[in-house]
Every structure is written in structure tokens, then in C-alpha cells.
């Protein structure tokens, strides 16, 4: 176990550096010229070589991937071509966002998936089940940039109840955490459903409802249990999705998180940025992904002993 | 197959004729008819340009199955090359491959064709590019593991006793193997590729304006939701039913060819 989590970390450290390394390259291989773009096409020469000079950018490419990655240990990604701030300070406002509305979507999934999920599975096959599970097919199929749209039409300009976008007050986060969420609930509603039918004919409830528990303790200490273990999976799995829907979603709802801040840079060629939220994205996917696991063995015990 | 899937196919494909017969021309512009309902002559209304949306649709459709077609062409000859070998050849090179399988495995697809798109700035050529890297994985994860299979089937050991050499053997047993399989992947596929395509044009780093393309008119859509909410839910609604034909006709072929999709192995 111990030399298991070493090789992990180890492993995790690998690739957060191979994705750093990888579209460093690229960013730097791409035909394109950031200086160019900087300073126009009617710059003069020598002004060219003196932005070029003082950026770093004349020095062979393996000295620069040295040099910001040294940077990036001492917390410095450098500064925004754009706005001339550092993109650090960017980078942790616009993480933090996310950061809000990501967890506040999962929020969202995990109570209501848990609860749709169980009483669709205690009163399965009825009209309740079916209309849960139907509906829940609909929300599957549908995309975010789809998704979003609908629910401001619906909430905002037909009910008018909750603001189309921005970032004001608790009343905005609700759409976009919903747009986020809706298709991972639907997909959490049905695996906690078939999860739950399977596991009251398993032998353990039977085993359970013999001894003469209640059903109320069979359901929280046998059933919950042992479905908690595939949902936190496919949450850990969903995580990557939830990422690229939050660049979606903070488009359409003009959310200043990571998401925005990748597709706004990439509008307006600023290179240190576009660079950091690849990072950011990658390392945080990557490091859930790793989370995930860990939470995995210590909800499930025969994972602990293999 | 299922009815209301060959229903919408019916209609998508009536309009792609209609649109090829009578040459609609996507860009024609009438200013005084912006953003206008469903009338005879616009029959989904028009866009903020004056632009017939179904027309646009209908252009869109065919711009965004083009780059889909290319990219299942890259991704799945890339795929089935790299699993092929893997599978085939074993050792070191499939544990190298299979390394490389599992670090682009750990990533969704589309967060990978953002990703490069980003870094690859927006153009169709780096659309192509940035959806095939997101792509190309599942195809060789399939490959490999239905060439495994094959591999140590008898009538391949058969075929090797008698004196065939690997090339013989690929192209004449074990590439057969893998058409029906990899068919039904691709199907599924490529409504995944639709929608990665519309998420990229929608964020502006896909197909770039004027040309029409699916993510792109839902991308201009969201900003007029309030004066002509019938563009957006048109062009919402018309992605899904594509994704939702493609899909249906996935399901379709896995159930009349019968095949097994097989992953790990």
C-alpha cells in the first residue's frame, strides 16, 4: 500500500510534467509569431529584437522550457501579454470560480442523484421509475451549449425569475451550476437506481433483513454503503467531463472562471495565459483522477487489502 | 430500426437533396428581414444577418460532417495502425503502445480536442488536428484488443503452421476480424465527434464565421435569445436529433451484426 501511493505520486508528478512539456512544444512549434501579434505588423525590426530579447523568446526552445519551468516552481506563470498582469494573480480568481461552481454542481448531482436514485429503485417499475428514468434519458443526450440556452429561456425570459448571466449575487450561480449538472445527474440517477435493484436481491440484504434489521438501517448501513462505491467512481471518472462543460458553461453565462479565461485568451493570442489554463485544467483533472482513487480504498476495504 | 430515428434521417436528408438541387445560397443577406420568424421563404426564420437559418442548418450539417468523415478517417487509420501492431506484434512495442493508450485513455476526448485546439489557434486544418488527437484512442484500444483475440484464434495458428507470413496474416484474417466491430465504434463515434465539433465551434476555436457551421450558429443563437428565442432551440434542437439518428443507427448495427465491443484484454 505504502509503495503503492509512492509510485502514484511519482507517476502523478510524471504526467503533470509531460503535459507541461507537451504543449510548451507545441504553443512554441506552432507556426505564428507571439511578438508579431504584440506588436503589429508595422513594428520596426530593432523593436521586434528588443521585445523578443527581453521575453526570453531568442534563446533555444530547451533553455525557455528551463526557464518557466523554474518559474513555475517559484510561482511565477509569467505575465499577461494583454493586460500586463501577472498571471498568477488571473489564474488563482478565476480558479476559485470554478472552483465554486464546479463543486456547487456536484452538490447538486450527489443529493439530488442519491434521492431520485432510491426512490426510483424502492418504487421500480412504477410510474414513478419510468418517468424518472425517461427523463433522465432526455438530460443524458443533451449538450451543454443546449442545455444552457433552454434554461435561461425557460428561468430567466419566460419565468423570470433568475438573472440570464453574470456573476451577481447567489441568484446567478444557479443556472450555470444546473447546466453543469443536469447531465451528470441524470447519468448518477441511473447507475444509483440499477445499483440499488441489483443489491436488494443481493445476499447481503437478505442476510441483513434475516438478522431482523429495520429497513431504514438496511438501506443506510448495507444498501447507501454499497452504492456510494460505484457513484464516487463515476464521479471521479465524470470529473474531466464536468471541466470541458465548465469552458462551455462559463461561456454561455459569461462566468469568469478557468473556462472563460482559456477561450478568451485563445480570442485574443495571449499565449502565457492559454499556456497556465491548460496547466491548471490538466493538473487539476489529473490530481481528482488521483483523489478518486484514494477515497476509492478507503470506502471500499477489499481495495485496501488486494 | 427505430422510427423516430429514420423520421428525422428522412427529413435531414430531404433537405440536404433540396438544398444540393436548388443551390440555396447560405449567405444571401436581407437586411430588413433580420432575425425574422418562420415565414414561406425562411421556413425556420432568419439569423441576425438576414440569413435563412435553414439554410445555414442544412450547410452547417454538411460543413461539420465533412470535418467529422476526415476525422474518423484520420483517427480510426491512425487507431487501428498503432492497436493492429500492438496487438499483433506483443512484447515491448504493446507495452510502450499500451502506455501511450492509457495516458491519452485518462483524459475525455473533448477536454483533449479543447486543449490543442487552444494551443493550435482556430482553423479547420487545426480542428481537424485537435479532434483526431482526441480520438484516435478508442479505436486503437478496440483494435488491439479484437486483434488479440483473433490473434490466438485456431484458424490464424492454422494459417501460420502452414507457412503464411504476418503480412499475409493481417491482411487476410485479422483485418476482416476487426471490420464489424470497429464499424459500430465508429458509428457511436461520430456522434461524439458532432458534438465535440459543435463545442469547438461554439467556443469560436472550430470552423470560423461566415462559413455555416452547427456550434458556431449556436454560439450567434445564444445572444439573441431574447428577441428570436425559435433560432436557438431550431439549432438545438437539430443537433440532437443528428446525434440522436447516429446513435439510434449505432444501436442498429450492433444489434443486426451482433457484435461484441471488446476493450481490455
Known amino acids: 500500500m505504502k509503495n503503492n501511493l509512492a509510485f502514484e505520486v511519482f507517476y502523478l508528478v510524471l504526467q503533470i510534467f509531460g503535459i507541461f512539456t507537451i504543449s510548451f512544444i507545441l504553443l512554441h512549434l506552432v507556426p505564428g509569431d507571439p511578438i508579431l501579434v504584440m506588436l503589429g505588423e508595422s513594428s520596426t525590426i530593432s523593436d521586434r529584437v528588443a521585445l523578443r530579447e527581453s521575453l526570453g523568446l531568442d534563446q533555444p526552445l530547451f533553455q525557455q522550457l528551463y526557464h518557466s519551468l523554474r518559474g513555475i516552481f517559484q510561482g511565477d506563470f509569467g505575465v499577461s501579454i494583454f493586460s500586463q498582469q501577472p498571471v498568477a494573480q488571473l489564474i488563482t480568481e478565476a480558479i476559485k470560480n470554478t472552483y465554486v461552481l464546479a463543486i456547487t454542481s456536484l452538490m447538486i448531482t450527489l443529493t439530488f442523484g442519491l434521492t431520485a436514485g432510491f426512490f426510483a429503485a424502492k418504487n421500480q417499475g412504477q410510474w414513478l421509475d419510468k418517468w424518472i428514468s425517461n427523463s433522465s434519458l432526455f438530460f443524458i443526450s443533451i449538450p451543454h451549449f443546449f442545455l444552457g440556452p433552454l434554461l435561461i429561456l425557460l428561468f430567466s425570459i419566460f419565468l423570470g425569475w433568475l438573472p440570464v448571466s453574470g456573476m451577481s449575487g447567489f441568484n446567478s450561480i444557479i443556472l450555470p451550476a444546473l447546466t453543469l449538472a443536469l447531465g451528470l445527474l441524470a447519468v448518477t440517477i441511473k447507475m444509483t437506481r440499477n445499483c440499488m435493484v441489483d443489491l436488494m436481491n443481493s445476499d447481503v440484504v437478505r442476510t441483513a433483513r434475516a438478522k431482523g434489521l429495520s429497513e431504514w438501517s438496511v438501506m443506510i448501513h448495507h444498501v447507501f454503503r454499497l452504492v456510494l462505491i460505484p457513484i464516487v467512481t463515476l464521479l471521479g471518472m465524470q470529473f474531466g467531463s464536468l471541466l470541458s462543460g465548465a469552458v462551455i458553461t462559463e461561456t454561455i453565462f459569461s462566468w469568469d472562471g478557468i473556462g472563460k479565461l482559456l477561450v478568451d485568451s485563445i480570442q485574443t493570442r495571449d499565449y502565457p495565459i492559454t499556456q497556465a489554463c491548460i496547466l491548471l485544467i490538466a493538473t487539476s483533472y489529473v490530481c481528482i483522477n488521483f483523489l478518486t482513487e484514494i477515497l476509492y480504498q478507503f470506502i471500499d476495504p477489499r481495495m485496501r487489502h488486494s | ?265
Open chain 2, 1 to 265: 430500426m427505430n422510427k423516430i430515428a429514420l423520421f428525422f434521417f428522412a427529413v435531414w436528408s430531404f433537405f440536404v437533396v433540396v438544398r444540393l438541387a436548388l443551390n440555396w445560397d447560405a449567405n444571401e443577406m436581407i437586411f430588413y428581414k433580420i432575425l425574422s420568424d418562420p415565414s414561406t421563404d425562411a421556413w425556420l426564420g432568419r439569423d441576425d444577418y438576414g440569413r435563412s437559418i435553414l439554410a445555414r442548418l442544412i450547410d452547417g450539417l454538411i460543413n461539420s460532417l465533412t470535418i467529422v468523415f476526415i476525422v474518423t478517417l484520420v483517427a480510426s487509420s491512425i487507431g487501428i495502425i498503432i492497436g493492429v501492431v500492438a496487438g499483433y506484434f506483443g512484447g515491448k512495442i504493446d507495452q510502450l503502445i499500451s502506455y501511450f493508450i492509457n495516458l491519452f485513455m485518462s483524459f475525455p476526448g473533448i477536454l483533449l480536442a479543447i486543449a490543442f485546439a487552444a494551443i493550435l489557434s482556430p482553423g479547420k486544418l487545426n480542428l481537424i488536428i485537435a479532434l483526431s488527437i482526441g480520438s484516435w484512442v478508442s479505436y486503437a484500444r478496440l483494435a488491439r484488443a479484437q486483434t488479440l483475440i483473433t490473434k490466438n484464434c485456431d484458424y490464424v495458428k492454422a494459417s501460420k503452421t502452414m507457412g503464411s507470413n504476418d503480412f499475409w496474416i493481417l491482411k487476410k484474417h485479422i483485418l476482416p476480424a476487426l471490420q464489424t466491430p470497429l464499424l459500430v465504434e465508429g458509428t457511436y463515434s461520430v456522434a461524439g465527434l458532432i458534438i465535440a465539433e459543435a463545442s469547438l465551434s461554439f467556443l469560436g476555436l472550430g470552423i470560423q464565421a461566415p462559413e455555416a457551421s452547427l456550434g458556431g450558429m449556436m454560439r450567434d443563437s445564444v445572444r439573441f435569445l431574447l428577441v428570436s428565442p425559435h433560432y436557438a432551440i431550431f439549432v438545438g434542437a437539430s443537433i440532437m436529433s443528428l446525434v440522436y439518428c447516429i446513435n439510434a443507427t449505432g444501436d442498429f448495427l450492433h444489434k443486426y451484426w451482433n457484435v461484441e465491443i471488446i476493450h481490455d484484454r
